[in-house]
């Protein structure tokens, strides 16, 4: 097939990182090209300069031209808009979309097709969509709203957005993070189609799997280069996750049996509201024992991220009661909670995890700044915050110039390892970790999922909350499935299979299924 795209030696730097290094990079037409890479590797980055949101400071980008010769022409991408014009679209792992719209809406807005008197032409833009959704295989409704849509069909309609604008080439940012395993498949029915109807795919993921099943070619960076670039056929996971991260990468998550003893963490009726006053959480009720963990399995959006932010003191529930170690601590606040020693790595790490500004030490000690050793007589001991700082940078391996630059400095992956190693590194009865391990490598994911059990054979309770499914059956000791903020069954690992677990979280009610089987063993493979 003709090459489509080329780059060539892609340089980019930022104060401090060199992000790019001489990265060149070519895509045929009608190809699938996965981009693997540890945190910091500069996929990320690349992928933002061919889309026109960052700048090389030296390189070019080469798009193949419509001319009869179809030859290879120099283009400079400033903005989306660019990209957009030199046929490049992309897809961001979380959508850009207008809840409140419809589908149709959404895909025109900034391509609005007008008729006379200045009157959208609605009409000629929904035969367009219809037009586009059939002969991709796409299945969405034009007319339908997109807080209607489940997860997999708003990821549709990104892609029809992008084929509404001509684009011949797709960039997928991690495209199936937040899709049930159904989704998956369908979404890889969909990367077929458009494959098939000509079009060439460049998509990131952290999921080998994935990789090996559905890449052409794979192209391996490590620290800003090219270490490598194979197909399936001539690699290996195991092989991919050494060259990704510099060393050899166990891909099992090595666990025993629990021993849960007395009940940590006790939810009883939970109902929680969201910001729109919708009711998020129905009715919920689990238990958490120390020394197990339970894992919350569903798709993004069924009332987890309310749960754990009611569990962690930032959302007042309206009915029901959470007990920790005994104690009511429903309506406490952030502080209370952590001083009965729950933990709590949170989704949105920017958020509610870090402080942007402050340096990576100050961040390490945010749940214990003003307690000893860090503060004496209400003064901050700057030498021993400093030294703390420098041994969980190298413990967790948080790569940094400095624990003293600012934490909003370092990419996501790296933001996220200081998180955990804040919450990991103080005495703690519960860890409450929703999406521990998003936006990490690997090696990242390898070392946290240890940790995690390590913690849980050491007598802490442990509850795991995560749109990965392969990371919640990998780790957890008993699953509970929420969709539409209700809990519909909870699973013991030994009959937690992937496929049983993805349909209740599409919905279906477990009396509906036949009764899962028992696996032959405990051992699962780590969410790569």
Do not use: C, W
Not at 131 to 157: C, F, M, T
Not at 180 to 203: A, C, H, N, Y
Not at 360 to 373: E, F, Q
Not at 443 to 466: C, F, H, M, N, P
Request: glycine letters at 8%; hydrophobic letters at 45%; a negative charge.
């Amino acid at each position: 097939m003709p090459t489509i795209l080329e780059l060539r030696n892609i340089t980019k730097q930022f104060p401090g990182v060199l992000a790019n290094d001489h990265i060149s990079l070519a895509l045929e037409q009608r190809e699938v090209l996965a981009l693997l890479g540890e945190n910091g590797a500069g996929k990320t980055t690349l992928m933002n300069i061919l889309y026109g949101l960052y700048q090389p400071d030296d390189g070019e980008i080469f798009v193949r031209g419509s001319g009869a010769d179809g030859a290879l022409t120099p283009v400079k991408i400033n903005s989306p808009v660019d990209a957009i014009r030199a046929g490049i679209g992309m897809v961001h792992q979380h959508f850009m979309l207008v809840p409140v719209f419809t589908v149709t809406e959404n895909v025109m807005a900034g391509e609005e097709l007008v008729r006379a008197g200045d009157f959208l032409d609605r009409k000629r833009a929904v035969e367009r969509i219809r037009a586009i959704s059939k002969q991709y295989g796409l299945n969405v409704n034009p007319d339908a709203y997109i807080q209607d849509l489940a997860v997999g069909e708003q990821q549709r309609v990104e892609i029809i957005k992008l084929l509404y604008r001509n684009a011949d080439i797709l960039i997928l940012d991690e495209p199936t993070a937040v899709l049930t395993p159904q989704e998956t498949d369908s979404f890889f029915e969909v990367m077929r189609s458009l494959v098939r109807g000509g079009k060439s795919i460049i998509f990131i993921t952290h999921k080998l799997r994935e990789v090996m099943a559905f890449a052409d070619r794979i192209m391996v960076l490590r620290a800003g280069r090219v270490v490598a670039t194979t197909t399936p056929q001539e690699t290996t996971q195991a092989q991919l996750a050494a060259l990704m991260v510099g060393r050899s990468v166990s891909l099992i998550v090595e666990k025993s049996p629990p021993h849960p003893t007395e009940t940590i963490l006790q939810v009883q009726g939970l109902e929680v509201l969201d910001d729109r006053l919708n009711l998020a959480v129905d009715d919920v009720t689990f238990d958490v024992r120390a020394g197990e963990v339970v894992g919350i399995a569903g798709v993004q959006g069924n009332g987890q991220t309310e749960l754990v932010e009611a569990l962690t003191g930032l959302r007042a529930p309206i009915g029901g009661t959470i007990t920790v170690a005994g104690q009511d601590v429903t309506r406490s606040s952030p502080r209370a909670i952590i001083e009965r020693g729950v933990a709590h790595i949170p989704e949105d790490r920017q958020r509610d995890g870090i402080i942007l500004d402050f340096t990576v030490a100050s961040n390490m000690i945010l749940a214990t700044y003003y307690k000893p050793p860090f503060a004496e007589r209400f003064e901050l001991q700057e030498n021993t915050v400093t030294k703390q700082a420098a041994r969980l940078v190298e413990q967790y391996d948080v790569r940094t110039p400095s624990v003293n630059v600012a934490v909003g400095s370092l990419s996501g992956g790296n933001q996220q390892k200081v998180i955990v190693a804040r919450e990991f590194s103080r005495e703690t009865k519960l860890i409450i970790a929703a999406q521990p391990t998003r936006g990490l490598d690997v090696g990242s994911i390898e070392y946290i999922d240890a940790r995690l059990i390590a913690k849980r054979d050491q007598g802490t309770a442990v509850l795991l909350v995560s749109s990965e499914l392969d990371e919640v059956v990998a780790l957890s000791d008993r699953i509970a499935v929420m969709f539409r903020g209700r809990i519909v069954a909870i699973v013991e690992q030994e009959v937690a299979t992937k496929e049983y677990l993805g349909l209740l979280m599409a919905g279906v009610e477990p009396s509906a299924l036949p009764p899962p089987e028992k696996r032959a063993t405990r051992q699962v493979e780590a969410v790569f």
